[in-house]
T-cell receptor, first 115, second 112 residues
Framework: GAVVSQHPSWVICKSGTSVKIECRSL??????MFWYRQFPKQSLMLMAT?????????EQGVEKDKFLINHASLTLSTLTVTSAHPEDSSFYIC???????????FGPGTRLTVL | AQSVTQPDIHITVSEGASLELRCNYS??????LFWYVQSPGQGLQLLLK??????LVQGIKGFEAEFKRSQSSFNLRKPSVHWSDAAEYFC??????????FGTGTRLKVLA
């Protein structure tokens, strides 16, 4: 089956620094990638949708200047949390879909802790 | 508006008992429906999915779900729960190129 990886699996950073999370589709070309955020004991909330080679579409209330998304190739998307603050601490999950399938394939998630 | 509702936040069952987790959706088009399971600190694991055809869908780990268009429901069932089934369960609607909408989740506790 289709495999999506995320790196790192967990990261701890100081307040004010930036953190980059990578999402890779290992065995298929992902025309669309999605970034979700999950707070403890809550559901997943979509942050943004990105299509290869174009700007990401952010959900209402998500700061695009804070959460930078780059989808430079069909197998890689990155999420950069800029000037991270403790309230950005969360579980970030990416998923990837391809144009001819009807489902997304999820990465294992990245736990971000901002001190 | 598109939405997914999981009415039960918590469910507790005894090991060996049957299980049904409810999911109702509101979606403009023909929905693609999914059930995922998530253990603490882990990612999502797909249990089963419905795209079209037979409305009773078989999944992994002995789970099944039935799509009922008239009731806008996609309930998850298992005839005999195992202690290892304790986890969070999410129902979702979406597609490969369109965002998923997740329900709020149902936390399953299994009593020995």
């Amino acid at each position: 089956g289709a495999v999506v990886s995320q790196h790192p699996s967990w990261v701890i950073c100081k307040s004010g620094t930036s953190v980059k999370i990578e999402c890779r589709s290992l065995d298929f070309q992902a025309t669309t990638m999605f970034w979700y955020r999950q707070f403890p004991k809550q559901s997943l909330m979509l942050m943004a949708t990105s299509n290869e080679g174009s700007k990401a579409t952010y959900e209402q209330g998500v700061e695009k200047d804070k959460f930078l998304i780059n989808h430079a190739s069909l197998t890689l998307s990155t999420l950069t949390v800029t000037s991270a603050h403790p309230e950005d601490s969360s579980f970030y999950i990416c998923s990837a879909g391809e144009w001819d399938t009807d489902e997304q394939f999820f990465g294992p998630g990245t736990r971000l802790t901002v001190l | 508006a598109q939405s997914v509702t999981q009415p039960d936040i918590h469910i507790t069952v005894s090991e060996g008992a049957s299980l049904e987790l409810r999911c109702n959706y509101s979606y403009g088009a023909t929905p693609y429906l999914f059930w995922y399971v998530q253990s603490p600190g882990q990612g999502l694991q797909l249990l089963l999915k419905y795209f079209s055809g037979d409305t009773l869908v078989q999944g992994i780990k002995g789970f099944e779900a039935e799509f009922k268009r008239s009731q806008s429901s996609f309930n998850l069932r298992k005839p005999s729960v195992h202690w290892s089934d304790a986890a969070e369960y999410f129902c979702a609607v979406g597609s490969g190129t369109y965002k998923y909408i997740f329900g709020t989740g149902t936390r399953l506790k299994v009593l020995a």
